[in-house]
């Protein structure tokens, strides 16, 4: 019988359904599960309502702790901020988002992707603050990020699972006085970000 948690009958959406189908990713990359076997739970995620239901999805996997990580809270772990402020959501399945140009950067944005390309221009963009907190929720996806030439970056929070991992080419701000974009949350299956500089 599975373990019972408070927080089962808690609702989840789209953000939690979306680290489930990371985590059986990285579960099925890992050889712990079949292929049909990962088919069926990851039609499970997509239709789960509670956390009960998500925690059923990821049972007997090494990676079902992870699904979670506010039940346990990490030593020095960023709190995102500002609290109360609702992000912008980034998805792509799938598929291919851009933002470049003259764009709005809220203060905080929720980039959520499953075999999907994210790519954020930062350079001519209108920024709502002095800096944005960016949560990552990808797997099997690529995440590219283009500073601007005083932006600063901080990816000291990003949890990269299985073979993921990120690339800082940036270098040093050429200049002082610009955003700061702090990067947490996790990527999975494979997935990349890259960080370069205008």
Known sequence: ????????DLRVGNPERERAIALLNDAFSAGYLEISEFEERSLVAYSARTRGELRGVLAQLPVAGQLFPDAVARPGAMVPAPVGVAPMEI?????????????????RLLIIGSWGTIDLNFVKAEFAGPSVDIELQAS???VKLMLGADHTIDYGDVESI?????KDKAGSPKRLGGQAIRLYGAISGMSGVVIRRH
């Open 1 to 8: 019988m599975a373990e019972s948690h408070p927080d089962d």
């Open 91 to 107: 998805e792509a399945d799938w598929t291919t988002v851009r933002r470049k140009g003259l764009w709005h950067v809220p203060a």
């Open 140 to 142: 099997v996806s690529t």
């Open 162 to 166: 299985g073979w993921s991992s990120v």
